[in-house]
Nanobody, 125 residues
């Protein structure tokens, strides 16, 4: 029902910034929990950030707190991930995800109903 398309990835140097976008189509998602996950080669897909509408809160992995910010523009059906002070360990494919069920398990992969195809972020040292 919902299609998600990520964009904005690329190759940057350590300390640089990137802003990722995730555009949704097919249904409105103004009340959905929206999240970003990332997956490095050989690693599990890991939680990065989420916004849960019902709680009005944002959630961040400890590894990105203070550096990454999740935001959304409901008029554009788009969610963003602003990434500052990037580190080589941030290198991964970044995926956006959406949950229409309002699960409390915002950090877990199984909570999400819809996934994008991912966008590559590479941070050189």
């Amino acid at each position: 029902q919902v299609q998600l398309v990520e964009s904005g990835g690329g190759l940057v140097q350590a300390g640089d910034s990137l802003k990722l976008s995730c555009a949704a189509s097919g249904r409105t998602f103004s009340s959905y929990t929206m999240a970003w996950f990332r997956q490095a080669p050989g690693k599990e897909r890991a939680f990065v950030a989420a916004f849960r509408w019902s709680s009005g809160r944002t959630y961040y992995a400890d590894s990105v707190k203070g550096r990454f910010t999740i935001s959304r523009d409901n008029a554009k059906n788009t969610v963003y991930l602003q990434m500052n002070s990037l580190k080589p360990e941030d290198t991964a494919v970044y995926y956006c995800a959406a949950d229409q069920k309002d699960s409390v398990a915002v950090t877990l992969r199984y909570a999400y109903d819809y996934w994008g195809q991912g966008t590559q972020v590479t941070v050189s040292s």
